[in-house]
């Protein structure tokens, strides 16, 4: 059998392969892997407290305008108190701010009356008149059964406030909270606000309390001083007008006197 004809041309050569063409790649030195990677946890580490910075410059407008918007509203508060003499005027004025500032579901106002032995409701919000007009409760103490520093804000325990508040605090389980307006260690009246359980305050708002607090409390007070300067003055009007008719009276009674004498006078020179 016969060999196979090897071709008498030259063998093809073998194009070269693409890992030897060209330089090869240089490494980086491992220090200076190790640099660029330190590097590059640096940037991402300045990226987030960048971030972090600027989450809180957004928290910080955002306080510094609502702190702002709440003490443009006490001031023109303060002036509309100082305006008015009458507490029911001050009620109102106190619940609105309570209502729209704090965004309460449900709120009362009771103030001092029946001669100081009792806190009567004045006014509420997020109620109807038959529910709130119905909470009175007595003095000194509000909640008698229970130990409470009642010259001080805080969260009413669920129970403290008896039956009495069932409706203010309401079957969605709102926490209630407890504002007092006092003044010389009397306890002119107070608010009672019901909020989400979720309701946690801010420092701004605390504060904000605690000034409207002080303002409704001398409104009060000075809405207390007047009405009895009122009450006084028509007792002395009373006093005024009866004396006037018993003047009169005695005024007539002497005038029938000496016209009696003059007669009876008369008479006797007469023969």
Same mark, same amino acid.
């Given at each position: ?15 070269? #392969? $693409?890992? +030897? ?5 240089? *490494?980086p030195? !491992? ?5 660029? =990677?330190? /590097? ?21 407008? #955002? $306080?510094? +305008? ?5 003490? *443009?509203?006490? !001031?023109?508060?303060s002036?509309?108190? =100082?305006? /008015? ?69 805080q ?49 701004e ?49 002497d ?17």
């Amino acid at each position: 059998m016969s060999n196979p004809i090897q071709s008498s041309g030259p063998k093809p050569t073998q194009p070269p #392969s $693409k890992a +030897s063409s060209g330089p090869k790649p240089v *490494q980086p030195p !491992q220090g200076q892997r190790t640099q660029g =990677a330190e /590097t590059l946890v640096e940037l991402m580490q300045a990226q987030r407290q960048l971030t972090q910075a600027m989450h809180e410059s957004r928290e910080l407008r #955002s $306080k510094l +305008s609502r702190r702002s918007h709440q003490m *443009q509203v006490l !001031q023109q508060v303060s002036e509309i108190l =100082a305006a /008015t003499s009458k507490s029911g005027q001050v009620v109102s004025v106190v619940l609105d701010v309570l209502a729209q500032e704090f965004h309460c579901q449900r709120a009362v106002v009771w103030t001092l009356e029946d001669g100081g032995v009792g806190y009567l409701p004045k006014e509420g919000t997020g109620l109807t008149r038959p529910q709130w007009s119905s909470m009175k409760l007595p003095a000194p103490n509000p909640f008698p059964g229970t130990p409470l520093v009642i010259f001080q804000s805080q969260w009413l325990e669920p129970g403290s406030e008896g039956n009495g508040l069932a409706a203010l605090r309401g079957t969605d389980g709102a926490q209630l909270y407890f504002i007092p307006f006092e003044h010389q260690l009397l306890l002119l009246g107070f608010a009672i606000l019901a909020l989400p359980v979720d309701r946690r305050w801010e420092e701004e708002d605390l504060d904000s309390i605690t000034i409207l607090q002080r303002q409704a409390a001398i409104s009060l007070y000075n809405a207390w001083l007047f009405r009895d300067l009122s009450e006084q003055r028509d007792a002395l009007q009373r006093q005024a007008l009866e004396l006037e008719r018993v003047n009169d009276a005695l005024r007539e009674a002497d005038q029938l006197k000496s016209e009696f004498l003059a007669l009876t006078s008369h008479e006797l020179r007469t023969p």
